[in-house]
Every structure is written in structure tokens, then in C-alpha cells.
């Protein structure tokens, strides 16, 4: 059975940083596009970052360009999303994602983590 399992969220003040993680488990995506998605209370879920299967490819919401950076890890099969100077908009649950594609990640992919909540206080 395929798992996807985030960690690395909590509550933060604005301007800190974290690290997001997700390990998959039960198959290998080391073919697959990934991606990490939030929602925010009250929002549609969005998508915040891709990344192809090999890294070589990343896409990232306006929103968060020059503060997320989104990398994986393929001999690990784990993903990350690290997240410097955070504000309070980026207040959500946080969700990992793994797609068929190989190129990225679409905004509805085949598998996803149960999510994971990022509070930031301004």
C-alpha cells in the first residue's frame, strides 16, 4: 500500500523557517513528478511547488518564489519543502503529492500524504 507520511510542521513566528519532509513508502517514486500543496482555512487547495522525477525541473507558485525551495531525495524516496521567511498567509495544512507524470506534478495527482499543519503568528 502506498504512504505517503509529511512531518516537520508546527508554529513558527513570521520570518522563521522550516522544513517540510515527506517519506513514501510501500513503492518507489523515483519516476514520478511530486509536488507539496496547502490549503488554507477557508481556501481552495493550491498547489505550492513541483518537481520533476529528477530534480531537474521545479515550479513554484508566485507566492513563495524566492523563500520555498523544493528538492528530493530518490535513494531516500523522500521529498522536501524548505520554507524560509514565513509569513502569515502561508498558514495552512501542507500536503505532499505524487503524480504519474514524470515531469512535474498536475492538480489533481494520484497520491497524497494526509496533510500537515504550518502555523505561522505574525
Known amino acids: 500500500q502506498v504512504h505517503l507520511a509529511e512531518s516537520g510542521g508546527g508554529s513558527v513566528q513570521a520570518g522563521d523557517s522550516l522544513r517540510l519532509t515527506c517519506t513514501a513508502s510501500?513503492?518507489?517514486?523515483?519516476?514520478?513528478?511530486m509536488g507539496w500543496f496547502r490549503q488554507a482555512p477557508g481556501k481552495e487547495r493550491e498547489v505550492v511547488a513541483g518537481?520533476?522525477?529528477?530534480?531537474?525541473?521545479?515550479y513554484y507558485t508566485d507566492s513563495v518564489k524566492g523563500r520555498f525551495t523544493i528538492s528530493r531525495d530518490n535513494a531516500m524516496n523522500t521529498l522536501y519543502l524548505s520554507m524560509n521567511n514565513l509569513k502569515s498567509e502561508d498558514t495552512a495544512v501542507y500536503y505532499c503529492?505524487?503524480?504519474?507524470?514524470?515531469?512535474?506534478?498536475?492538480?489533481?495527482?494520484?497520491?497524497w500524504g494526509q496533510g500537515i499543519q504550518v502555523v505561522v503568528s505574525s
Open positions: 518537481i520533476s522525477w529528477d530534480g531537474a525541473q521545479t
Open positions: 503529492a505524487a503524480d504519474t507524470a514524470r515531469a512535474g506534478i498536475s492538480p489533481n495527482p494520484d497520491y
Open positions: 510501500g513503492r518507489a517514486f523515483i519516476n514520478n513528478g
